[in-house]
């Protein structure tokens, strides 16, 4: 979108960060995204902060800094503005979205095998990415001594290994871009980068999260114009942190502190430090899941270059559905170079395999939004 349409746009009628409150966050919508902080804090605004997993004005003070510009509205990924036009940009005329091609892959590194989820295909991706000198950064999702997902900016291959694996309470992966200007100059000399805004990024995210990059890249707003590749991952819903480990240590008195791993496969696994297994229920964990994922009718991330995701696969595989140019030169390329290695269908299966993924999307989407219905 050119300056002067986004101009035009904001005349209908600008919404402000007010607006936002009391629209999404007010109403316990906000997925905690951090879009409007990383957009208001990169352009030195001084106006907004994460307090607990919501946005909110720093001070009274802070609420005479507001600009109202509008832009948080906009690229929040909980309001409808802005939906039409990514539907286009995407292709999109179904709940799965656009797919240039779907298959299932693993990755043949053992060691990225050995530390990543079903396939370790994210890692792979992200280590591809790295060596072909395609990204200078990625921004991903660390866990703390808590077991607590934390994002960050990540400059190099090695640091991989902390972030794989998969986080089922939310981390604000958009957050750490609003200290894009202050990234240290060592590490910018390090890896030849003389000017900030040529920096290339990849973006490892939910649904939502995804949805809101590129928001915020329709927009040409700062800081997403860093990111070059969109990588969703599948969610069916998130859990609030706290609400979650609390249920966790009643069921199976497992401290967050002592845990190694944890998946779904129907029900929620935990893995111990002491490689102890346990098995919860899926449906004791519902008073821990986020309100905003009872509003969300997205599942396989329709906004990405590439969605990833265990849903569908075979054992020790993971889903990969390709949707732009861009993610279709990367899974290509890395599965002509060995560097992932494909899930063999018979040819004369072929399109019953692929409809019978699509069938399982679209029924757990359906899920979802019956889901919502509920709720509301």
């Given at each position: 979108m050119t300056e002067l349409a986004y101009k035009k746009l904001l005349q209908n009628e600008v919404k402000t960060f007010e607006d936002l409150k009391n629209d999404i966050i007010n109403g316990n919508k906000c997925c905690a995204c951090g879009a409007c902080i990383a957009y208001c804090e990169s352009q030195g605004f001084d106006v907004i902060e994460m307090k607990g997993y919501n946005p909110e004005f720093k001070s009274e003070k802070s609420v005479e800094n507001c600009t109202k510009c509008g832009v948080c509205y906009y690229i929040c990924p909980q309001t409808k503005v802005l939906l039409k036009e990514l539907n286009?940009?995407?292709?999109i005329k179904d709940n799965i979205g656009n797919i240039?091609?779907?298959?299932?892959?693993?990755?043949t590194d053992t060691g990225l095998e050995k530390v990543g989820q079903d396939g370790?295909?994210?890692s792979a991706i992200l280590t591809y990415l790295f060596e072909k000198h395609k990204i200078d950064a990625a921004i991903v999702s660390e866990f703390d001594h808590n077991f607590k997902p934390v994002p960050k900016?990540?400059?190099?291959?090695?640091?991989l290994f902390k972030s794989a694996g998969t986080r089922y309470s939310i981390s604000p992966q958009i957050f750490p871009l609003k200290n894009l200007?202050?990234?240290p100059e060592e590490i910018l000399t390090k890896k030849e980068i003389f000017d900030i805004d040529e920096l290339r990024i990849a973006f490892i995210g939910t649904p939502c999260q995804c949805r809101a990059v590129n928001k915020m890249k329709f927009l040409h707003v700062k800081p997403a114009h860093v990111i070059k590749y969109i990588i969703g991952l599948f969610c069916f819903e998130n859990f609030i942190y706290d609400k979650l480990y609390d249920i966790l240590k009643r069921e199976i008195k497992v401290d967050p502190t002592n845990i190694k791993k944890t998946w779904i496969k129907k029900n929620f696994f935990i893995q111990t430090k002491d490689n102890k297994e346990f098995e919860i229920d899926i449906k004791?964990?519902?008073p821990a899941v986020r309100n905003n994922c009872h509003e969300?009718?997205?599942f396989t991330g329709r906004f990405t270059d590439i969605s990833v995701g265990a849903s569908g696969a075979p054992e020790?595989?993971?889903?990969?559905?390709?949707?732009?140019?861009n993610g279709k030169n990367v899974i290509n390329s890395m599965l002509s170079k060995g560097i992932i290695e494909q899930f063999i269908v018979p040819s004369n299966r072929t399109i019953e395999w692929k409809n019978k993924k699509l069938d399982w999307y679209n029924k757990l989407i359906s899920l979802k939004i019956r889901n919502h219905i509920k709720t509301n």
């Open positions: 286009e940009i995407y292709s240039v091609k779907i298959l299932a892959a693993k990755t370790g295909i994210v900016i990540i400059f190099d291959k090695e640091d200007y202050n990234i004791t964990l519902n969300c009718d997205e020790g595989y993971s889903m990969i559905l390709i949707r732009t140019d």
